[in-house]
């Protein structure tokens, strides 16, 4: 066997075990009643704005809180995929596949010449490493972020390498790629634009000392041309977000409240604030501040965090180092749905609890034993530039296991040239010094710090988000398990309550109205006891007691859709149209994604004869939950009221292969044939 086939044995033999692992994650994974229903913060928000560009078709319907690429990703894969999970997240996977092995490919051919090891050792990692696997298998842009991030670094080496060997026009060519994919990346979430800025800088700076016999046009057209190719997807989202907003939004709304979250004067340097009470109070209180203040609500809080670094600037700087540190902590810090109960949810998982302590001594001490070489700082420089970047975007802002994943591409090399280092040199007293030393240093930053981790807190989320899960599943035996569970340390007791109530609903009624109440007391301001409290008491007949609980649920959740939709549908058993109109059309002001509310506008809409409006609303509600027979079927009565026979055809064949047994679809095929029997 000769040199090529042994590498390409090899090569095959770390993608089969790679996508054997992939499966066996997701396989394992599967049993969650997570895995097909995307719930929790940043994840179900994600979800929602796919859904709503699928329904309407464009991601800039209104300002978000998130970057938009992985949503409009994200509603691409749903479209392919039709709603099915399983291979959503196997795609995930394997772009993140593909953006390693083109990495692994660039480092092996142009960064690590005459040190192949190193770049084995880094496709073997970066390929297998586990915790990376459970993030780009979720629904969060992270799993879209690394590969970009990947591509964009393979592409600024290969670049770069071929400008310096003299093959000018196709250097730049792909270094402006690069500038491309770091603008994806950027747009993907915004961290990555502290990345692109020092690749700018970085390609400026290189340019001038490398390409010196250059002509200054050549030299300054490379940070140019990256520039141009980073702002080709930049410049529309902002366009777009500014256009809405009507005043200068970057990439996404809300990002003065990151920067507020990790720099006040209760700050631990975590997202200590989760959603429930105290967010939706922090929020509230900085939307009404703003107001006051006739300024937004980013500008607002931005004031806010610089009036605490001037009051208080001897915290602040212990806060920034206490950040400094938790970047590199062992732990999978939680910024989202990620709480550790969920990433360890599977064994897979479980065994692999603690491989970032390896992974991440390695990679530190790796990065320190590049700064005693100036010929390696220049070859891992775009690797150093990325680790940084992303390290000091955590400094000022919060620190997550989530938030350091645009750091891995660069800790695998680290971790990779660290290993190599003392293979090579371990002869060397002087470099076994230097290598026990760089260990030692890391092993104290990863292992030593205590961030303030909350594990009760985060065992009773993540209860509470399983709880919700089995209860829309159907299994209410264990929703009401975790349930109960969630509430021992709950921060948001009321969510819990309003779930369990609901619950109870079919079975016992007494017993749902009182925990209805109790969620009322538990958080007087919160507007979903009221609301489920006022749908109950209606149905029984108590209708004066309901609207007096409705009025309070619409006070307080003028802007929630759930309380819009149920207040709407209220509207309509009345029998105001227009009233349940006009409260439908502001949940999907607020929620273009709502299912319910457009099934609901949609059979508004045919009750009032206004037969085109209707299959507008209900196309989208058919686009937005295609596994809804009763959706589909009133598309189909709209249809057949516009006489669009063929289309109305089309989606009754849909149902009856999905549902072969069901009555009302029968029954509407058996009148249109008896129909079109008498028109014969």
Not at 251 to 279: D, E, H, M
Request: overall charge positive; glycine content about 6%; hydrophobic content about 50%.
């Amino acid at each position: 066997m000769n040199r090529k086939t042994r590498f390409t044995v090899l090569v095959a033999i770390i993608l089969v075990l790679a996508l054997v692992q992939r499966l066996l994650y997701l396989w394992l994974y599967s049993a969650s009643p997570l895995f097909s229903l995307p719930i929790g913060p940043d994840i179900s928000e994600y979800n929602d704005w796919a859904r709503e560009i699928i329904a309407w078709g464009t991601p800039f319907s209104k300002n978000h809180i998130h970057a938009p690429f992985y949503p409009v990703i994200l509603a691409l894969l749903y479209k392919i995929f039709s709603y099915k999970y399983f291979f959503v997240r196997l795609l995930q996977l394997l772009l993140g596949m593909g953006g390693i092995g083109f990495l692994a490919c660039v480092v092996r051919r142009n960064v690590c010449v005459g040190r192949p090891l190193i770049a084995w050792l880094f496709f073997i990692v970066a390929m297998l490493y586990p915790t990376l696997i459970f993030y780009e298998a979720e629904l969060i842009s992270e799993s879209l972020l690394v590969p970009l991030l990947c591509v964009s670094l393979g592409m600024l080496y290969w670049g770069e390498k071929r400008i310096y060997d003299d093959d000018y026009a196709a250097g730049i060519t792909i270094v402006a790629l690069g500038g491309l994919f770091a603008g994806l990346a950027v747009i993907t979430h915004p961290m990555a634009l502290a990345f692109a800025v020092g690749e700018l800088l970085l390609l400026a700076i290189t340019g001038l000392v490398r390409l010196r016999k250059q002509a200054f046009w050549k030299k300054a057209l490379i940070p140019v041309l990256f520039f141009i190719a980073v702002m080709l997807p930049v410049s529309p989202v902002c366009y777009e977000n500014t256009r809405i907003a009507g005043t200068f939004v970057l990439i996404q709304k809300n990002s003065g409240f990151n920067l507020y979250l990790g720099n006040n004067q209760n700050a631990t340097g975590l997202c200590s604030v989760r959603p429930g009470p105290t967010w939706n109070l922090i929020h509230n209180w900085a939307a009404e501040s703003a107001i006051k203040a006739g300024v937004s609500k980013d500008r607002f809080l931005i004031g806010e965090t610089i009036d605490f670094i001037k009051k208080h600037p001897v915290q602040w700087l212990k806060l920034l180092g206490s950040k400094c540190l938790y970047v590199w902590n062992f732990r999978e810090l939680a910024a989202g749905a990620e709480l550790q109960p969920l990433i360890y949810y599977t064994g897979f998982m479980r065994l692999f609890r603690y491989s970032f302590v390896l992974l991440g001594i390695m990679a530190f001490s790796g990065m320190v034993l590049m700064f005693f070489s100036r010929q390696t700082l220049w070859r891992y420089r775009h690797f150093l530039v990325l680790a940084l970047t992303f390290w000091i975007m955590q400094i000022l802002t919060v620190v997550s296991g989530r938030y350091r994943l645009g750091m891995y591409p660069a800790l695998f090399i680290f971790a990779a040239f660290s290993i190599d280092y003392l293979l090579r040199y371990c002869a060397d007293s002087t470099c076994l010094v230097r290598f026990s030393g760089s260990v030692c240093l890391g092993a104290l930053v990863v292992v030593l710090p205590r961030p303030p981790f909350n594990a009760a807190g985060e065992q009773s989320e993540a209860d509470s988000i399983l709880g919700e899960a089995y209860y829309k599943t159907g299994n209410y035996f264990e929703a009401e398990r975790f349930l109960k569970q969630a509430l021992l340390n709950s921060p948001d007791p009321a969510r819990n309550l309003n779930l369990l109530g609901m619950i109870q609903l079919p079975y016992k009624k007494h017993s749902a109205l009182r925990y209805f109440r109790m969620a009322v007391k538990a958080a007087p301001y919160e507007p979903e006891g009221y609301m489920n409290l006022a749908i109950e008491l209606d149905k029984q007949g108590e209708h004066k007691a309901a609207r007096k609980y409705f009025k309070k649920a619409l006070i307080l959740g003028a802007g929630k859709p759930d309380v819009l939709y149920n207040y709407g549908y209220y509207q309509e058993g009345m029998g105001d149209l227009v009233q349940a109109a006009a409260y439908y059309s502001r949940c999907l002001a607020v929620a273009p994604y709502d299912s319910r509310a457009l099934n609901a506008m949609g059979v508004l809409m045919i009750r009032v004869r206004k037969f085109e409006d209707a299959v507008k609303y209900l196309n989208s509600a058919v686009l937005v939950s295609p596994d809804k027979p009763g959706v589909r079927l009133n598309l189909v009565v709209a249809l057949l009221k516009l006489n669009r026979k063929y289309d109305a055809w089309k989606h009754l064949n849909v149902i009856l292969r999905e549902h072969p047994e069901n009555k009302n679809a029968l029954l509407l095929k058996k009148m249109i044939r008896e129909e079109e029997t008498q028109l014969d």
